[in-house]
């Protein structure tokens, strides 16, 4: 196992943007949360299902060393994917050599509207659908749900985001190495996170019976601003004999009837001095608590 100080000098080499939360950064993130909707119509239609919904997924194209991750990107299907371009809400389609085939500027555009365009460019391009997608549910409160145009002109709240994820997606890409059986980082279109999976324990049919999942998440009944989380997960919960040591950044919610989990919210890393340093902290520190507590369940 992994203690601390081993995964966070692991992360802390990672490359980190200066964070700066405008106060519009809460409706850039819904905004991009609703247009990833638009992003997951091609894995949701346009590939094979897979059991766990990772047909869905997406993820961040770009640099960290360029200015961030400019763009969510859907899984690549036999001839096209879509790309968002975070920063201006363009959403291309693209061949799986990045070759643009169809774009439409989403800033003006309703949901609705979007929605048409992907399933008429990508019928177009790709063919009939291989099933109808299934809306996610529960999507959080913004006036895009109920019809009003998607509006990108506070770049640096848009900005803001990308810097959020990027940073996050250079962390955990380093991370995972020193993980057991850890997914790539992905973002989840339905709550819009962006975090890998650790399986830590297994049974004799190699189900997951103990896993550690490490991210981010936009503003939600947890926490109204955003936020760093290591929540670890358990089958059987065992809370007795558990120690969840206070955390140097960060702090432990409890969660009723499982195990607690470590929450750092994005407002307290926002401007602050040594950003990197403390997130590098409570996810090191967080995930080796969850790791620990793991090894010594019987």
Request: a negative charge.
């Amino acid at each position: 196992m992994s203690d601390a100080a081993t995964l966070k000098a692991a992360i802390s080499k990672t490359d980190w943007q200066s964070l700066s939360l405008p106060g519009g950064y809460i409706d850039a993130w819904r905004q991009l949360h609703f247009a990833a909707q638009i992003v997951s119509e091609v894995g949701k239609s346009w590939s094979q299902p897979q059991p766990d919904d990772s047909h869905t997924n997406l993820g961040w194209f770009g640099s960290i060393n360029e200015g961030g991750f400019e763009s969510i990107i859907s899984k690549t299907m036999p001839s096209f994917k879509a790309r968002l371009h975070a920063r201006t809400l363009q959403l291309d389609l693209q061949t799986d050599d990045s070759t643009v085939i169809a774009t439409l500027d989403l800033a003006g555009q309703s949901l609705a509207d979007g929605m048409r365009w992907i399933e008429t460019e990508a019928t177009r391009i790709g063919g009939p659908r291989l099933q109808p997608s299934v809306p996610a549910p529960d999507l959080p409160h913004h006036p895009i749900a109920n019809g009003t145009t998607f509006d990108s002109k506070d770049q640096a709240a848009f900005d803001a985001i990308a810097r959020l994820y990027a940073n996050t997606d250079a962390m955990l890409q380093t991370l995972r190495q020193a993980l057991p059986k850890a997914s790539a980082p992905r973002t989840w279109p339905h709550h819009f996170d962006h975090a890998l999976l650790s399986v830590v324990k297994a049974d004799d049919s190699a189900a997951m019976t103990a896993t550690i999942g490490i991210g981010i998440t936009p503003p939600d009944n947890l926490n109204d601003a955003g936020y760093w989380y290591v929540s670890p997960w358990q089958k059987h919960p065992a809370t007795d004999g558990l120690n969840w040591d206070e955390l140097a950044t960060g702090a432990w919610i409890d969660r009723e009837g499982s195990v607690p989990m470590a929450l750092l919210p994005v407002t307290d890393v926002s401007g602050a001095d040594e950003q990197h340093e403390a997130v590098s902290q409570f996810i090191a520190q967080a995930t080796a608590i969850c790791l620990r507590n793991f090894k010594e369940e019987s």
